[in-house]
């Protein structure tokens, strides 16, 4: 599956943004998938996922608990992380994975997108 990530950009504290991660291919469905994020000179580190089961189960680093919600339309093969109340500290480069079940640790994951630049300013 081939992952494009969107809705990156530059934001006040405070604002929001919507993320959108578009896949490829008729087997979206079959993918727990997540959201990461790699801010400069940091590792990457897990911000929420979702299940890939009818009846999803969703998970969040304590970090966003609260602030982000991650969704998904398997009708449109498409992906979302609804991001307010950001904070400078959540500037980052945004992934989307998609893998075998909903988890927090990046090896999970098989494919993953290129990522889109987030930015919050002060």
């Known amino acids: 599956v081939q992952l494009v990530e969107s809705g990156g950009g530059l934001v006040q504290a405070g604002g929001s943004l919507r993320l959108s991660c578009a896949a490829s291919g008729r087997t979206f469905s079959s993918y727990a998938m997540g959201w990461f994020r790699q801010a400069p000179g940091k590792e990457r580190e897990f911000v929420a996922a979702?299940?890939?089961?009818?009846?999803?189960?969703?998970y969040y680093a304590d970090s966003v608990k609260g602030r982000f919600t991650i969704s998904r339309d398997n009708a449109k093969n498409t992906l979302y992380l609804q991001m307010n109340s950001l904070k400078p500290e959540d500037t980052a480069v945004y992934y989307c994975a998609a893998g075998t079940s909903g988890s927090s640790y990046s090896s999970d994951y098989n494919y993953w997108g290129q990522g889109t630049q987030v930015t919050v300013s002060s």
């Open positions: 979702v299940d890939r089961s009818a009846w999803s189960r969703y």
